[in-house]
């Protein structure tokens, strides 16, 4: 059933319902808390679950607009954890117009999904982009540090804008396979997860954690955490893929393995490149969360697994 | 070309601020993205100075940028008359858009007639814009400073003087570049800087305080 006005089915609301009710969950249980915490854990908590209600609800809005504005939304993602990432790196004087063009490549890309180009979607970054922009470097003629600029700019590009924007790609599947929840319940349902395994694995560490998983890339992720976060994550896949996906049982316990294992996989990297920069965090857009880049790290290795898995198995 | 300087205080300048609030802010907000730290430190009554590091065109539209709209009207930067003042859009452009108040760097050379157009805004109680490196440098590198700012400062006893340093507008839009490639850009702001009895004082002063914005930009952001 859709809903009259928004066009999305119900299940989307209702699902929707269900986080605002965690939400007000949480924000009910850290106001509880409040004496019995430390002030600065719990003005971090509360920086934190309100940064969530504001997430919650631009998703939530970017579900509501025409299909037009989601997938423009999801390319201004892609912008800012672009634009996030390039200003970490060091970068070389003469790749000013490089980087421009690298630039240009996002609106280019979500002009593919939008006018629903497969071929050139899956293609565009990764052969014609990864060609051209060390061309136009070479053709600059800087050769000193040539291979790191050639190298880290592709790999951004590939990162931030190729991996995510499989989001968008969701929307424009034929129909008919996910009837009941519409292509809105894949994002709903990968979004959800992957940001729920990282506030899962943050718990189970905090609650449990005692050895280290990967000591020297993130000093804080412990073994228990990781492996809290895949059961619960993987419980709630096989709970929420019957109302969200037409994912089977054991496809949908695959899916929720998958999106926990890749979900860190992708922490871990973004960790790994700020450890190798010497950098806190990297950004200060959310406050309470650091940069956009340590929000959506989850999601860079598992939206494109996810979508090609999803595909794979019923397209 | 001789440029006449018309200051009327308490006027609200309709097409700066049109320019600011439809154009500037919001490319400023979603292209390029600001940090800001002690924004609260800004000067917000005249008469006083901003000096800032210059590294781009971009580094006077976005200080002002950092002003509320009601503000606006009384923030100027000081800029060369005969770069923004060499065509007649630009110098259009320069007079009504960015309000800049001019410096003839050329023509004259006693520099109390240089410096009058900033005597006359500072009497006026407005809030300038000055670069001391005088010109733009190579992106994110830092030239000696100039010491037409201590002689402002020693003129308006109640004027402050607040440092501001600029980190990544170089890298967005650098000398001779003509496109903007956006870089999350860095912005802090410091205490006033203290006075001193003679220019290089004063100029080892200020030069202080960058030294000391710059590094804070980099304990905040850096694991030292």
């Known amino acids: 059933m859709n809903h009259p006005l928004f066009g999305i089915p119900n299940i989307i609301f209702i699902t929707f319902g269900g986080i605002y009710s965690l939400l007000c969950l949480g924000s009910l249980l850290i106001y509880r808390l409040k004496h019995r915490l430390a002030a600065h854990d719990y003005q971090e908590l509360t920086k934190r679950i309100n940064a969530w209600w504001v997430m919650v609800t631009i998703i939530f809005g970017a579900f509501l607009v025409p299909e037009g504005f989601t997938i423009t939304a999801i390319g201004f993602l892609s912008f800012f954890a672009f634009k996030e990432f390039v200003s970490l790196i060091p970068t070389r004087r003469t790749d000013h117009r490089p980087i421009f063009w690298a ?26 982009m990864a060609l051209f922009l060390p061309m136009r470097m070479v053709l600059i003629g800087n050769t000193k540090g040539f291979m790191t600029a050639a190298s880290t700019i592709n790999w951004l590009l590939l990162f931030t804008v190729f991996c995510l924007s499989h989001m968008a790609y969701f929307l424009k599947l034929p129909e008919h396979v996910n009837e009941h929840a519409s292509n809105y319940g894949f994002i709903l349902f990968l979004v959800l997860l992957a940001q729920f395994n990282d506030v899962m694995q943050f718990t189970w560490g905090k609650l449990l954690g005692k050895h280290p998983v990967l000591s020297t890339v993130s000093p804080k992720k412990t073994t228990e955490g990781f492996i809290g976060g895949l059961i619960i994550t993987t419980l709630l896949a096989y709970l929420l893929a019957p109302f969200l996906t037409p994912l089977t049982v054991w496809e949908s316990i695959g899916a929720g393995l998958m999106i926990a294992t890749f979900g860190f996989i992708g922490d871990v990297s973004i960790s790994a490149v700020k450890r ?40 | 070309m001789s440029i006449t300087c018309t200051t009327k205080p308490k006027k609200t300048k309709w097409l700066k601020l049109l320019f600011f609030s439809l154009l500037i802010k919001p490319i ?15 000067p917000c009554f005249g008469p006083a100075i901003v000096v800032a590091n210059h590294n781009s065109h971009l580094d006077a539209v976005v200080l002002m940028s950092l002003y509320p709209l009601k503000t606006l009207s009384m923030v100027r930067p000081v800029a060369a008359a005969d770069y923004f003042f060499r065509n007649r859009f630009l110098s259009w452009f320069s007079k009504n858009i960015l309000d800049l108040v001019p410096i003839e760097r050329n023509t004259l050379t006693n520099k109390e007639d240089l410096l009058q157009p900033c005597h006359q805004a500072l009497a006026d109680n407005q809030i300038l814009i ?56 860095d912005i802090v702001i410091g205490q006033p800087v203290p006075s001193a009895p003679n220019a290089t004082d004063y100029i080892a002063n200020l030069q202080l305080s960058f030294d000391q914005l710059a590094q804070k930009i980099k304990t905040d952001r850096y694991i030292i």
């Open chain 1, 103 to 128: 630039y240009i490549a996002i609106p280019l890309q979500f002009y593919w999904i939008y006018i629903g180009w497969y071929g050139m979607f899956i293609i565009f970054i990764p052969l014609y």
């Open chain 2, 28 to 42: 400023i907000t979603i292209l390029i993205g600001l940090r800001i730290y002690n924004r609260e430190l800004l």
């Open chain 1, 276 to 315: 190798d920069l010497n950098i806190k965090d990297s950004g200060a857009l959310i406050p309470g969360h650091g940069g956009i880049l340590d929000r959506v790290d989850s999601l860079i290795y598992t939206t494109p697994l996810f979508f090609h898995y999803v595909y794979y198995l019923h397209y």
């Open chain 2, 130 to 185: 000055l670069f001391p490196e005088g010109t733009r440098g190579e992106p994110e590198q830092r030239q000696p400073l100039k010491k037409g700012i201590f002689y402002l400062s020693q003129a308006h006893a109640e004027c402050t003087v607040t440092p501001v340093f600029i980190y990544g507008l170089g890298k967005t839009l650098p000398k001779g570049e003509k496109v903007i490639v956006p870089f999350f850009s």
